[in-house]
C-alpha cells in the first residue's frame, strides 16, 4: 500500500505541473523555455511594473520622436556604468539600436544589425517563421503581433547576474533570435561577461490580450571581436494569474 501511495502522489504531481504550463508552452517555440517561480509573500517585481505604469507610453508615441527616444534610452544605460566592465559607450548605443528595433520594427534594419553583431551576412534561405516563408513582409507581421505594446523608457535600468539569479515571482520566458544570427555565444557559457538590461513593458498574453511586466535584453561581450552582442531576450511576467505568455519576437 506504501509503495501504492508513492506511485499516486507521483502521478498527481506530473498533473499538476502539466496543468500548469499547459496554457503557456503552445505559444512558444523551440528557442525558447518558460520557467516558473514560487509567488513570495512581498512581490518587488510587480510594485516595480506598478510604479512604472504611468511612464508606459504606445510605441507610436515613441517612434514620434526617435532620437529623444534612443537618447534616453542610451542615458539611462549609463547611468548604471558600474555594472558594465567593458566599453560603456558601445553597449549603450548597440542597446539603444536593438531596442529601437522593437519600437519601430524594420527588416533592413534588423539585417545590418545582425551584420553588424555578427561580422556576417544572414542566408534567410529555406528559412521559416512558423509555417510561412521567411520573408520581409511576414517578418514584419510577426514583430507587430509579438513586440511589446507599451514601454517605459525612462525606467530602463540594469540588473545584475545576481540579480537575475534570485529569479521572479511569476512566469519568465526567454529566447534568442529565430535563426542565432547574431552571435555563437552560448547564454549557459562559464565565465561569459553578460549585462541584464530591463524595461517595464505591456506585452502580449494572448490575441489581443496584454500583460504588464518587463522586457529583458541580455549582452555578452564577445572577447575575441571586443563588442557588446545581444544574446537572449526574457519576457517576465511578475503576475502569471494575469494570462497566458506569448513568444517574445526575436
Keep these: ?5 508513492y506511485i499516486l502522489v507521483a502521478l498527481l504531481i506530473v498533473v499538476a505541473g502539466f496543468l500548469m504550463v499547459r496554457n503557456v508552452l503552445p505559444h512558444l517555440s523551440a528557442q525558447q523555455q518558460v520557467f516558473t517561480a514560487p509567488p513570495a509573500a512581498n512581490e518587488p517585481a510587480a510594485q516595480r511594473v506598478e510604479s512604472a505604469s504611468g511612464d508606459l507610453r504606445d510605441l507610436a508615441d515613441l517612434r514620434r520622436d526617435p532620437e529623444g527616444t534612443r537618447s534616453t ?3 539611462r544605460i549609463l547611468e548604471s556604468r558600474a555594472l558594465i566592465p567593458h566599453a560603456q559607450e558601445q553597449l549603450a548605443e548597440a542597446a539603444a539600436a536593438r531596442i529601437m528595433l522593437y519600437i519601430d520594427p524594420d527588416f533592413d ?3 545590418r544589425q545582425i551584420v553588424a553583431f555578427s561580422g556576417r551576412e544572414p542566408d534567410f534561405t529555406g528559412r521559416r517563421l512558423q509555417a510561412l516563408d521567411f520573408t520581409p513582409e511576414n517578418w514584419k507581421a510577426f514583430a507587430d503581433v509579438l513586440g ?10 540594469l540588473r545584475s547576474r545576481d540579480e537575475m539569479r534570485l529569479g521572479t515571482n511569476g512566469l519568465t520566458s526567454r529566447s534568442r533570435d529565430v535563426h542565432r544570427f547574431y552571435s555563437r555565444l552560448d547564454p549557459g557559457q562559464a565565465n561569459l561577461r553578460v549585462v541584464h538590461i530591463e524595461i517595464p513593458a505591456t506585452l502580449p498574453a494572448a490575441p ?3 500583460y504588464d511586466g518587463f ?9 575575441p571581436r571586443e563588442r557588446w552582442v545581444p544574446i537572449q531576450t526574457i519576457a517576465e511576467n ?9 513568444q517574445i519576437w526575436f
Design 148 to 157: 511589446p505594446k507599451r514601454l517605459a523608457i525612462t525606467k530602463v535600468r
Design 73 to 75: 534610452i542610451k542615458s
Design 109 to 111: 534594419e534588423y539585417v
Design 238 to 246: 511578475p503576475k502569471p494569474q494575469t494570462g497566458n505568455m506569448m
Design 1 to 5: 500500500m506504501t509503495r501504492l501511495r
Design 208 to 210: 489581443n490580450e496584454y
Design 215 to 223: 522586457l529583458v535584453f541580455v549582452f555578452a561581450w564577445d572577447a
